[in-house]
């Protein structure tokens, strides 16, 4: 996730349960994610939807298949918006994945 609100708001209910925090930024690529959280085996993947890099879109969401393929341990998946841009209409399915946009799990009382 990049540097935005939701990235601080992941993170600080994370550790205020006792769960284990790890990030990386956008920009590492397929093999980096991989690289960095297949040691942790996450159950969670908080992933922002797309970020601007050098004035070019680049879509998150089409990596996503290939990291929850090498990481077999992810299990939920929750896609942010990227700050100014439209919200999400249709949240992507992955196979043996369950998904939720920002906005679901700020509005339920129990999540997962």
Request: proline share 8%.
């Amino acid at each position: 996730m990049p540097n935005i609100p939701e990235t601080v708001e992941a993170f600080l209910g994370t550790v205020a349960i006792g769960s284990i925090w790890s990030s990386c930024s956008p920009d590492f690529g397929i093999n980096g994610v991989v690289e960095r959280f297949s040691q942790i085996k996450p159950k969670i993947l908080f992933v922002t939807n797309e970020y601007f890099y050098n004035g070019k879109r680049i879509n998150v969401l089409e990596r996503i298949p290939e990291i929850v393929k090498r990481i077999p341990s992810i299990k939920h998946i929750v896609i942010t918006n990227y700050p100014g841009k439209p919200e999400i209409k249709k949240i992507p399915k992955y196979k043996n994945i369950k998904t939720y946009s920002w906005e679901y799990i700020l509005n339920k009382k129990k999540f997962i």
